[in-house]
């Protein structure tokens, strides 16, 4: 088995070279092409290798944190990512030249004329245009490395509903998701993010899961910070998929356990009630709502320990509920359906794919739009709604772009 993973895994390499060398050679081209300077050439050449390089280097030779992405291992991830996406919006513009000119060439051989079909202005052109093009997601894929991962932005929504109790009319709800504390690298810009968030002054405030990427240790620099979070009606939580350290090769099954139970006690340590498939009322005078956590149930390969009946063994039907549910696809396949009404879901995980395009009332793209129907914001089908964080921290790709940090601040009022 060890032979034969070992041999996939170098396979991958092989053919992951292959294409990014193939890509940079027919790139190298364009630029020969576009750019009359040999020294833009070797530049390019160098820098390309140099990232290449680095990529192989830390996911080798570079840690022994196995599967773990480490902060080196994601940051040599996010630079072949930027020359990747380089490298592939030029060759389209390039590519789409030959195809050209091999079908004319071809048309030309079998009809025997002799009109010359190669246009070399055009395909400079083409080429200064694939190369200005390519640079935008460049530019803002390194943009997002260096400065857009903590680009924190505050998302304010009012939510109406007509059988909100008196008391809850103007109860303001703030969301986090995803922090995956993890990923971080500097304790100033955390240290904005939480003022930020205790400025909202919400008066309860709900965490939906992905505290690390895989170990509790990964919260220890930033616990002092985030026990800082207030709310008068205090602070909830719930657990994501990266929270159950399911992405690590642990030694013994006791110490992935372990890691479990020690993300717990940060979190309460941090002073947040943890519901693990339990509920709680938020109570004020003689009104209450239910407030519903259950543990990550995800589509496909991810963990499925939510249990909503479990959940919801101590409220009554008749209860305005808000649930805390990590991945959105447990709303659409499950509670959505589920014969208890649940007035508003809570989720996050999708991050948005940490790099879209949002200019609110014209255009709202990720490619997590691709995989998830409810990605990023607020839904409402079946007269339920929900609201899917994008995330306070970022994983895989170290940065974003366009779909930024957010903490998501809920008003809810009373339907007149």
């Not at 895994?9 to 992951?16: E, G, H, K, T, V």
């Not at 680095?54 to 020359?83: C, M």
């Not at 139970?261 to 938020?282: C, H």
């Not at 008749?318 to 589920?338: A, Q, R, T």
């Amino acid at each position: 088995m060890v032979v034969k993973n070992t041999f996939a895994a170098m396979l991958r390499w092989i053919i992951f070279i292959t294409i990014y060398i193939a890509l940079g050679l027919y790139t190298l081209q364009a630029l020969k092409t576009a750019v009359k300077h040999p020294w833009v050439y070797y530049v390019f050449i160098i820098v390309s290798a140099l990232i290449l390089g680095n990529l192989i280097y830390q996911f080798t030779w570079g840690d022994t944190e196995g599967r773990v992405l480490s902060r080196p291992k994601s940051y040599a991830l996010g630079l072949v990512l930027a020359v990747f996406m380089f490298q592939l919006v030029s060759v389209i513009f390039l590519f789409s030249e030959d195809i050209f000119r091999i079908i004319s060439g071809t048309y030309h051989k079998l009809t025997g004329s002799t009109k010359e079909f190669s246009l070399p202005q055009r395909r400079r052109f083409l080429s200064i245009l694939g190369i200005g093009i390519a640079a935008l997601p460049f530019g803002a894929l390194l943009y997002g490395m260096f400065k857009g991962k903590y680009n924190f932005q505050v998302l304010t929504y009012t939510l109406e509903f007509e059988d909100l109790p008196d008391a809850f009319d103007g109860y303001r709800i703030t969301q986090l998701s995803d922090i995956h504390s993890g990923s971080f690298d500097n304790h100033k810009k955390i240290e904005y993010a939480v003022d930020l968030i205790n400025q909202q002054q919400s008066d309860v405030l709900l965490f939906t899961g992905d505290m690390v990427n895989n170990m509790a240790t990964e919260m220890k620099p930033w616990k002092d910070i985030f026990a800082t979070l207030k709310a008068e009606d205090g602070k909830f939580s719930v657990l994501g998929n990266h929270d159950y350290g399911d992405y690590v090769d642990w030694e013994t099954e006791a110490l992935k356990r372990q890691n479990l139970e020690d993300l717990k006690t940060i979190q309460r340590d941090m002073g947040f009630d943890l519901m693990l498939n339990e509920s709680r009322y938020l109570e004020k005078g003689n009104d209450r709502i239910a407030l519903v956590g259950v543990e990550n149930w995800g589509r496909g390969g991810f963990k499925k320990a939510g249990d909503l009946k479990k959940a919801t063994e101590n409220i009554d039907k008749n209860d305005f509920k808000i649930l805390m549910s990590h991945d959105p696809s447990h709303w659409e396949d499950i509670v959505i359906d589920d014969e208890l009404h649940y007035h508003l879901t809570l989720s996050g995980h999708t991050h948005g794919m940490q790099f879209g395009i949002e200019i609110p009332g014209w255009i709202k793209w990720s490619p997590a739009s691709w995989r998830y129907k409810y990605w990023a914001g607020i839904y409402k089908e079946k007269g339920q709604f929900i609201n899917v964080n994008r995330g306070l921290g970022f994983l895989g790709y170290p940065g974003r772009f366009g779909i930024w940090p957010e903490i998501t601040v809920i008003t809810l009022k009373k339907k007149a």
